[in-house]
């Protein structure tokens, strides 16, 4: 079955930027898609389409794709960043959605 | 505002049998393709099924295939789940989701989950 994969964790300071890498072989012809999810709650999407930012996301959040990877960028993080971040697309045939494992953020 | 709240989890025992309920509000419910997506305790998120918005297409994860069925009833603007022959790697968070917007614009509301507990 098809497979995205993430880094387990990612570290950073405050201020400085964070890059969290998805790989998948599909991704050149399917869409990304990035979740936040903090302790307790129900994710939050951050960046569909590979780069667009829903209304309300600031805009320290970004999406770029390359190939067969994607990339969530946050710039000049902050400690309310500090969270769990998965990568989503689909599968070559578009018909069935996959989640990355998962990249927990820490904000030294 | 678009609310959608889950139920119907519990505990069951392996082999059992649980439905799970998703009541949308705040939009139109019949326009949006809908999506079952869990998290078993300590793990990543896993999408389960989705269906079309008049129901006539369905897709599952390999692993609920045969086992799992998600339907709709857009008269009463909810979302299903039913789950049989359950197995203890069944054990999760289910969330309901809707797209944010259009198709392919992803999953951009959530509910709060419901907890299935699959243990003798």
């Known amino acids: 079955s098809y497979e995205l994969t993430q880094p387990p964790s990612v570290s950073v300071s405050p201020g400085q930027t964070a890059r969290i890498t998805c790989s998948g072989d599909?991704?050149?012809?399917?869409?990304a898609y990035w979740y936040q999810q903090k302790p307790g709650q129900a994710p939050v999407l951050v960046i569909y389409k590979d780069s667009e930012r829903p209304s309300g996301i600031p805009e320290r959040f970004s999406g770029s794709s390359s190939g067969t990877t994607v990339t969530l960028t946050i710039s000049g993080v902050q400690a309310e960043d500090e969270a769990d971040y998965y990568c989503q697309s689909a599968d070559s045939s578009g018909t069935h959605r996959v989640f990355g494992g998962g990249t927990k953020l820490t904000v030294l | 505002e678009v609310q959608l709240v889950e139920s119907g989890g519990g505990l069951v025992q392996p082999g059992g049998s649980l439905r799970l309920s998703c009541a949308a509000s705040g939009f139109t419910f019949s326009s949006y393709w809908m999506s079952w997506v869990r998290q078993a305790p300590g793990k990543g998120l896993e999408w389960v099924a989705n269906i079309k918005q008049d129901g006539s297409e369905k897709y599952y994860v390999d692993s609920v295939k045969g086992r799992f069925t998600i339907s709709r009833d857009n008269a009463k603007n909810s979302l299903y789940l039913q789950m049989n022959s359950l197995r203890a790697e069944d054990t999760a968070v289910y969330y309901c989701?809707?797209?944010?917007?259009?198709?392919?614009?992803?999953?951009?509301?959530w509910g709060q989950g419901t907890l299935v507990t699959v243990s003798s």
């Open positions: 599909a991704l050149p012809k399917q869409y």
């Open positions: 989701a809707r797209e944010l917007a259009a198709a392919g614009t992803g999953l951009g509301y």
